[in-house]
């Protein structure tokens, strides 16, 4: 009788276990933003077909004041947040409660 | 028809239509493995290629003066490829996509779980087919409990695999090549009629395929020999059944059989022709011994056999045997290894085929056939 053979082995990759992780982490990051941008082609798809939106007319629009303002708010707060992780580590009570007032 | 048609059939007659997030989240595994076992392989293969040492392998290899074992001289060239950072991340990702392939389609499968058990029930009009479950099969050690490339439970740890892989994972993933001996951009679907394109003779009466899985590669034979009698073995249950469904539902005549390809139990000379398709390194060289000696067993005299499987690592350069040998310690294929350290042909020849032919049909080496004749 044959023996059991050997279970498959899960090494680092790409030198430690640090660095997998982190590449896991940003290859899970690329796929949620690829399900995320199929999602929303998928909408706008479905929107034009139901005549709510004109792809080219979105393709074409300039936000108004008050549209532009919102979302430079938001860039500015995604930057802040992915770029200046390292640098906006402050942990105070105040601090916290106003990152929640954005 | 190839298993794309397969697949494209079983989404037209309703099987599933997977989530957005589903079907997404398999399509990019296909779009990460398709670029990464094309474009960062390609510059592995070139750092390799451009390394003093692997140089040095590769003009071995040509000359065919290395004297060491396979697994020294791929343990060499591993070392080689690994100093590389394309190599390693290639790696990676052919891991993380080996792993997600079972994470993602899972729940999506799962999500639609009443619509697939709706589907895999048996057809009103069948086609005549037959399925014979046997409890007396043993499953030994060598199979039990492999959790073949890296699917959780092995073929039989999930209801819905075959479901899953005819609504996503075939034709989202595993359709753009890329993996194991499979090259990026190459179809497996297409493969199959490549294949199945190997039998010398127009016709045949009565063809035998050991280890036939859910039919992709019996569904081909049907369109290929349209008036030949078919009949298909496996070890595993849900494999089986699933195939059962499939063969009904296309109109296709299969008699499905739970066997262990070693004692078949037919008849003497009772075949013209078998094919063995990607099966050699699902086991042990020894038990693959058995098996030929079966399957010549059950030929008629002058009855073909056509055999595809991985290419042995003599016909490939060495760095494509490092691919090759990953597979057997990091995809669950354990036996991928020794079965690329052996020349089939040479089997054959012993067992008392003739004619026997070894070759490539595909770029990388794959598929690489195997063919012989019963003598008369």
Redo the contacts between chains.
């Keep these: 009788?044959?023996?059991?053979?050997?279970?498959?082995?899960?090494?680092p990759?790409?030198?430690d276990e640090v660095l997998?992780n982190l590449?896991?982490m940003n290859?899970e990051l690329?796929?949620e933003f690829?399900?995320l941008r199929?999602?929303v082609t998928?909408l706008e798809h479905l929107l034009e077909q139901t005549g709510t939106i004109n792809r080219e007319e979105l393709n074409n629009y300039v936000p108004s004041d008050a549209l532009a303002d919102e979302l430079e708010n938001e860039r500015n707060a995604i930057v802040k947040r992915v770029i200046g992780s390292e640098w906006e580590r402050d942990w105070s009570v105040d601090a916290l409660i106003k990152r929640a007032k954005g | 028809m190839s298993t794309t048609i397969l697949t494209s059939f079983f989404n037209r007659r309703g099987l599933v239509s997977l989530s957005q997030r589903g079907r997404s989240g398999l399509q990019f595994l296909g779009a990460l493995q398709g670029y990464s076992s094309s474009r960062i392989r390609d510059v592995a293969k070139k750092s390799f290629e451009a390394d003093p040492e692997g140089k040095k392998l590769i003009d071995e290899k040509e000359k065919g003066v290395s004297n060491e074992s396979w697994p020294a001289r791929i343990a060499k060239s591993r070392a080689i490829a690994e100093k590389y950072p394309a190599y390693r991340f290639e790696r990676f990702y052919q891991r993380f996509v080996a792993e997600e392939v079972y994470a993602r389609s899972i729940p999506a499968i799962e999500e639609k779980r009443s619509e697939a058990e709706a589907f895999l029930q048996p057809p009103k009009k069948d086609a005549g087919g037959s399925l014979e479950l046997d409890d007396r099969v043993v499953l030994e050690d060598w199979y039990d409990g492999v959790e073949w490339h890296l699917m959780p439970g092995g073929w039989d740890g999930y209801d819905l695999y075959g479901a899953s892989m005819m609504a996503g994972v075939g034709q989202y993933v595993f359709k753009y090549g890329g993996y194991a001996a499979v090259e990026a951009g190459d179809d497996i679907g297409q493969h199959r009629a490549q294949v199945v394109s190997q039998f010398p003779k127009k016709n045949y009466k009565r063809i035998y395929e050991p280890g036939c899985g859910g039919i992709p590669t019996l569904s081909v034979l049907a369109h290929a020999f349209p008036d030949a009698e078919l009949v298909g073995s496996d070890l595993s249950t849900s494999l089986l059944r699933n195939g059962h469904i499939a063969a009904e539902k296309l109109g296709i005549k299969i008699s499905l059989k739970q066997r262990d390809a070693r004692t078949t139990g037919e008849p003497d000379e009772s075949f013209d022709a078998v094919i063995m398709y990607a099966l050699q390194h699902e086991m042990p060289v020894a038990v693959n011994i058995d098996v030929f000696k079966e399957m010549f067993r059950i030929l008629k005299p002058g009855g073909d056999i056509v055999v595809n499987d991985p290419p042995p690592f003599a016909a490939v350069d060495p760095f494509q045997a490092v691919i090759l040998d990953w597979d057997t310690d990091h995809r669950e294929e354990p036996y991928f290894s020794e079965a690329c350290a052996t020349e089939w042909s040479e089997i054959m020849n012993e067992i008392g085929f003739v004619d026997v032919e070894a070759y490539a049909v595909g770029k990388l080496g794959y598929p690489f056939i195997n063919r012989g004749r019963k003598p008369k």
């Design positions: 009788m044959m023996a059991k053979p050997k279970k498959a082995i899960r090494m990759y790409l030198g997998d590449v896991h290859t690329l796929s690829w399900i199929d999602r998928v």
